[in-house]
C-alpha cells in the first residue's frame, strides 16, 4: 500500500494498492467522507492512465487543487517511482 501525504485540500492522506496498473483499493483519509468515498468507489478498477486522464486539474473552488486532482498526483508519483526501482 503507498500513502501520499495531500498538500491544500481537506483529505490529509490517500492510500493507494495498485496491481497490474489497475487502482485495486484506496482510501482517502480526511475529508468529505462521502463525496470521497464516491470518488474512491468510482475510480476502483480503472487503469491508473485513465483515473490520471479524467482528474487532473480538477480544482475545489478558489483553490489550485482538489481531492481528486490530490488522486492523480499520488498515481504519477507512485508511477515515478516505480519507474526509478
Known amino acids: 500500500m503507498f ?3 495531500t498538500s491544500g ?3 490529509r492522506k ?3 494498492d495498485i ?3 489497475i487502482l485495486k483499493d484506496i482510501e482517502f483519509i480526511g475529508g468529505c467522507e462521502g463525496n470521497l468515498q464516491g470518488i ?3 475510480v476502483r478498477g480503472m487503469q491508473v492512465e485513465e483515473v490520471i486522464e479524467k482528474l487532473s486539474g480538477i480544482k475545489c473552488g478558489r483553490k489550485s487543487t482538489s481531492c481528486p486532482d490530490q488522486l492523480t498526483k499520488a498515481l504519477k508519483t507512485l508511477k ?3 519507474q526509478v526501482g
Do not use: T
Open 3 to 5: 500513502e501520499y501525504i
Open 9 to 11: 485540500v481537506c483529505a
Open 14 to 16: 490517500i492510500a493507494l
Open 19 to 21: 496491481e497490474d496498473n
Open 40 to 42: 474512491s468507489s468510482l
Open 80 to 82: 515515478s517511482l516505480e
